[in-house]
């Protein structure tokens, strides 16, 4: 560990102490310092990369549907500049309206869908249908489908957008229609 050197020193027949000197011997501490390392690397956790389940259809049969009542859905359209526009209900007759990605937008969007659906069928048979444009960014989609998660969302659909949308928002774009 350490060691002080105090043997007296003679001269001339007379004692003469030195002054202690002290030397540090750092080898345990760098053995404690490796040893930390070592516990710490093995016991600590490993951050394990996070993916979302998604079932994909299967493309051998392709006339399988899911039937969706209308009343039970509601369609999210993504667009840039984090812009969601919405309609519930089919796209034939749908009135599109415009909210974003805060809890008091999408969150509050599916939380009333879902009363209504409840009201009307008597149970919870809500459907999200996702449709990202070719504006949204990626970081939208897995917002969306975040807050499925949060609200407990059983079904939901990720989609392209169809004709009658694109010529929609089109209308919409160009008649500057914000909410």
Do not use: W
């Amino acid at each position: 560990m350490a060691e002080i050197n105090n043997q007296p020193h003679q001269k001339n027949q007379r004692t003469v102490c030195n002054k202690k000197s002290t030397r540090v011997d750092l080898t345990p501490m760098v053995d404690l310092g490796f040893i930390l390392i070592t516990f710490f690397v093995f016991t600590a956790a490993i951050n394990e990369s996070k993916a979302m389940n998604l079932l994909l259809p299967n493309d051998d049969n392709p006339k399988i549907e899911d039937e969706i009542c209308e009343s039970c859905a509601i369609t999210f359209i993504l667009s840039k500049n984090n812009v969601v526009h919405y309609y519930e209900g089919l796209e034939k007759n749908a009135s599109y309206k415009v909210t974003d990605y805060s809890s008091k937008g999408i969150r509050e969007n599916i939380v009333e869908k879902r009363k209504q659906v409840i009201k009307k069928r008597g149970k919870d048979e809500m459907i999200i249908i996702i449709k990202p444009g070719k504006e949204s960014t990626f970081k939208n989609l897995v917002d969306v489908v975040d807050e499925c998660n949060i609200s407990v969302v059983k079904r939901y659909y990720i989609d392209e957008l169809n004709e009658i949308e694109h010529k929609k928002l089109f209308q919409i774009k160009a008649t500057g229609y914000q909410q």
